[in-house]
């Protein structure tokens, strides 16, 4: 039986976390589909996990920055984007290709709407039985909170970036 995860917070190590998670699950056999919403720009663990045939990596193909920065029609591109990943993933589930679902940054995306709701609240409700299911973002609306089994709250107690220290390869990204 799959169960709900919710990391959230304003802390670091929300994605972290799940990414422990698919690890976990892949040295189990587990297979593992990843969706990073609002991320295009390359990271470090992707090399990593490229390594491991068992998870699935569904990402941006193009990085358009910060929402707040984006034209309508960026804010359209990304949208599509974004759905596009999430009913691949969708098909992977009901096709059994699919043991653990990570929304990575979800909770931003559901909230501006640049990812089908309507989708995302029946995922929610409806869930298939086998799926363990990991949302991760800061904030999450009360659909998620609802029907998770487990929520995380990371709480940012002290941060480098506080004293002006950028974000630091294999550390931040």
């Not at 390594?51 to 309508?72: E, W």
Request: one cysteine or more; aromatic letters at 6%.
């Amino acid at each position: 039986m799959g169960l709900i995860h919710v990391y959230c917070g304003d802390g670091k190590g929300k994605t972290t976390a799940a990414l422990g998670l698919a690890m976990r699950a892949s040295g189990a056999g587990m297979k593992v589909v990843i969706i990073q919403f609002l991320k295009g720009s390359d990271t470090a663990e992707l090399k990593s996990l490229k390594k491991l045939s068992n998870i699935t990596m569904l990402r941006n193909t193009k990085d358009l920055g910060f929402v707040g920065n984006m034209t309508p029609e960026q804010i359209e591109t990304v949208t599509a984007m974004h759905n596009e990943n999430l009913y691949k993933a969708l098909r992977l589930v009901n096709d059994g290709e699919c043991d653990m679902l990570i929304l990575d940054e979800l909770t931003y995306a559901y909230d501006m709407k640049l990812v089908d709701v309507d989708r995302i609240d029946e995922l929610l409700k409806h869930k298939p039985e086998h799926l363990e299911l990991i949302v991760t973002g800061r904030n999450p609306a009360n659909i998620f909170v609802d029907n998770a089994d487990y929520i995380t709250e990371m709480m940012a107690v002290r941060h480098p970036f506080d004293k002006g220290i950028s974000a630091r390869k294999g550390i931040e990204y």
